[in-house]
């Protein structure tokens, strides 16, 4: 029998004990590590090794790190490197080149990442979020709710394993490096701004405090949440955003992206500007196209107007992203004709367009599909 823990509120009602994840030496900053080993009563400069070998060494078994003395290994496992997710199921697809991991957490909650190989560079999809919030009807991920935040150590540890496993050439394609960075995986980063900010600044800063990637190949993806783009803009990282629009029109955008009703179209794309502005970073508009809801000729028009009455210096870029079939979702990709017009009408107006590839559709690893085939799994395992 589990005894569960908790108390009593002011109504009354049982409230259970919400169990924390376990801190990991990616929770904390670089001040933050040097006080633990003192704490623990090992000398500061201890913090250092530590941090080479696990972000610099990518080597993540502390019974290796030779230059600790063998007696004080055991003791740095267990302080301050418990094992954050673990590796519950891996799918390929696209001949080996994407990969996609589901992560268990410490208290069952699944997560997913995928890794996408190309030609000349190697990109990392990563969640932010046990489930989202944000509900938007045709994303996998919406219609489970929200079940958590991830820690910063949580949000890392996707992209430690996984630069890990890269150099030691674990993936087809030979030894490599994560070039880019994208929270497009399961969540709202923006919905969880402080792990997220925590994690960001780890990936970014310079080995041994963090992993050294390029906040320019770092991209977070929001569905605007106006008053935390604006924070964004002020972190003086620049770090690529990423605005989920959808629709141009309010009419359409309140029914698929239900935050619209708080941050309408105007307010989101205003967030936007300025934040091209005080960064000089591109934005880029990501609209997904969905057969005969937004991908009308006049949409296309509309929403190079609202974007060049806000400037037209190139402050943005529009990526359109095929609809990815979702079960249950009675909505489909846009016919390759009515895509080919909203290409068209955007290129006449001088917006700087792309269609993105979906890689890894075939394994629920492209956009919104994450987490589609989790009940499906769950009851395979039971
Ligand atoms: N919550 C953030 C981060 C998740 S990113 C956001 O929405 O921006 C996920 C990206 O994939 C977003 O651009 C999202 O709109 C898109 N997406 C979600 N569901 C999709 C689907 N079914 N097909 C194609 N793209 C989808």
Redesign the pocket.
């Known amino acids: 029998m589990t005894t569960i823990v908790g108390h009593l509120d002011l109504t009354g009602k049982f409230r259970p004990t919400r169990r924390k994840p376990p801190i990991h030496w990616m929770d904390l900053s670089p001040t933050d590590r040097v006080d633990a080993v003192k704490q623990a009563g090992l000398p500061g400069f201890r913090a250092k090794q530590i941090s080479h070998q696990w972000f610099a060494s990518l080597n993540a078994d502390p019974a290796q790190w030779t230059d600790l003395p063998a007696g004080i290994r055991d003791q740095v496992a267990e302080t301050w490197f418990p094992t954050m997710l673990d590796r519950a199921g891996e799918q390929t697809a696209d001949h080996g080149t994407t990969i996609k991991t589901a992560w268990r957490a410490f208290d069952g909650a699944i997560i997913e990442s995928v890794i996408m190989r190309y030609r000349d560079r190697t990109t990392i999809c990563i969640s932010?979020e046990a489930g989202?919030g944000?509900a938007?009807p045709?994303?996998?991920?919406?219609q489970g709710g929200l079940q958590r935040n991830l820690t910063a150590s949580e949000i890392v540890w996707q992209v430690h394993d996984a630069a890990r496993r890269l150099a030691a050439g674990e993936f087809k394609g030979g030894p490599g490096h994560i070039n880019n960075i994208v929270?497009?995986?399961?969540?709202?980063?923006m919905a969880n701004y402080k792990q997220v900010m925590a994690a960001v600044r780890q990936i970014h800063a310079p080995n041994p405090d963090g992993l050294g990637i390029g906040a320019r190949g770092i991209t977070i993806?929001?569905?605007g949440m106006v008053p935390r783009m604006r924070q964004l803009a002020d972190e003086g990282l620049p770090v690529t955003l990423?605005?989920?629009l959808?629709a141009p029109d309010d009419q359409l955008r309140d029914e698929i992206v239900p935050l619209n009703k708080h941050f309408n179209v105007d307010a989101v794309l205003d967030a936007a500007w300025d934040y091209a502005n005080v960064t000089k970073r591109r934005v880029s508009i990501?609209y997904?196209l969905i057969k005969d809801i937004n991908d009308q000729s006049w949409r296309a028009d509309l929403l190079a107007r609202r974007l060049k009455a806000r400037g037209d210096w190139g402050w943005f870029h529009v990526n359109l992203?095929?609809?990815?079939?979702?079960p249950g979702?009675k909505w489909t990709a846009s016919r390759p004709t009515d895509e080919r017009a909203f290409v068209e009408h955007l290129e006449h107006a001088g917006v700087p367009v792309t269609v993105r590839d979906?890689r890894g559709s075939d394994i629920d690893g492209?956009?919104?599909?994450l987490a589609a085939n989790l009940d499906s799994r769950a009851s395979e395992r039971s």
């Open positions: 932010s989202c944000m938007c045709f994303c996998a991920t919406g929270f497009m995986g399961m969540g709202e980063p993806s929001t569905v990423a605005l989920s959808h990501e997904i992203i095929p609809l990815n079939p979702t979702s979906t492209a956009c919104g599909q």
